[in-house]
C-alpha cells in the first residue's frame, strides 16, 4: 500500500505561481510512476504530468507552463506551476503507480482573473 499526502494549493490571481507536493509512504520502493491529474467542476479528471522513470508527459495545455519534477530519496513529487490561468482552476490529485494506482486526497488550487 501506498499513501499520499499533497500540499500547496490555494488562491491566486492570474499569472501568478503555485508549487504543489506530494509525499509517498508506505510501500514505496516499487513506485514507478507519479504525477498529477486535475478535476474541475462538471468536468471529468485529466491528467496534468507525469513523472516516469527518465521521462516526463505533460498534457498539451499546461505544457511550458508546468514543471513535474521527483526527489526519489524524499519519495516526493511536485508540480512547479507558472503563468497560471482561471481554467487551471481544479482539484489537483497526486497518484502513484506500484502495480495498482493510489491517490491522493485532492488539493485545491483557485485561480483568480
Known amino acids: 500500500q501506498v499513501q499520499l499526502v499533497e500540499s500547496g494549493g490555494g488562491l491566486v490571481q492570474a499569472g501568478g505561481s503555485l508549487r504543489l507536493s506530494c509525499e509517498a509512504s508506505g510501500s514505496t520502493g516499487r513506485i514507478a510512476a507519479m504525477g498529477w491529474y486535475r478535476q474541475a467542476p462538471g468536468k471529468q479528471r485529466e491528467l496534468v504530468a507525469i513523472?516516469?522513470?527518465?521521462?516526463?508527459n505533460y498534457a498539451d495545455s499546461v505544457k511550458d507552463r508546468f514543471t513535474i519534477s521527483r526527489d526519489n530519496a524524499k519519495n516526493t513529487v511536485y508540480l512547479q506551476m507558472n503563468s497560471l490561468k482561471p481554467e487551471d482552476t481544479a482539484v489537483y490529485y497526486c497518484y502513484a503507480r506500484s502495480g495498482s494506482y493510489y491517490w491522493g486526497q485532492g488539493t485545491q488550487v483557485t485561480v483568480s482573473s
Open positions: 513523472a516516469n522513470i527518465g521521462s516526463t
